[in-house]
């Protein structure tokens, strides 16, 4: 019963995490087209390195192993105790070791406002030209402005 009782926490600690929407990453490569996307041209304001979190599977995963291994250690309650510490310290490994660093850029338009996104590799510098598109207030593509 205990044991069903760490993996039904541990699952649904998991699903309350996956419902909160996390920022995609923007692609590098290409601008979208459309009618109802607007572009933009301005420079790179601001870098910051960000960490991202690993996959849901994995952060499941070794949280799942994490609450195993933890509720297994102790008796009565220190065991919940040490099966729920086990399932967070098993997701904070998974995002250690699986997770990914991508730059937050800053970017400011033409018109002086600011907009942010998350580019994987480190292709652009602070006050490079960039163009980019933007879809219901988000940056939904940038590329270097050519000269």
Sequence with gaps: MKILRFTLLVIFGMLIQSCATSEQEVPTDHLDDAPTIVRHSGVVANIREVKKDASLGKQFGASFIGALVGGQIGGGSA?????????????????????????????????????????????????????????????????????
């Design 79 to 147: 065991s919940t105790i040490m099966g729920t510490t086990g399932a967070f310290i098993g997701q904070d490994i998974a995002n250690d070791k699986y997770g990914d660093v991508v730059d937050r850029l800053i970017l400011q338009g033409e018109d002086g406002v600011e907009y942010n996104c998350l580019v994987h590799g480190h292709d652009f510098k602070v006050g490079d030209n960039v163009i980019f598109t933007i879809v219901e207030n988000h940056v939904s593509a940038i590329i270097h402005a050519t000269p």
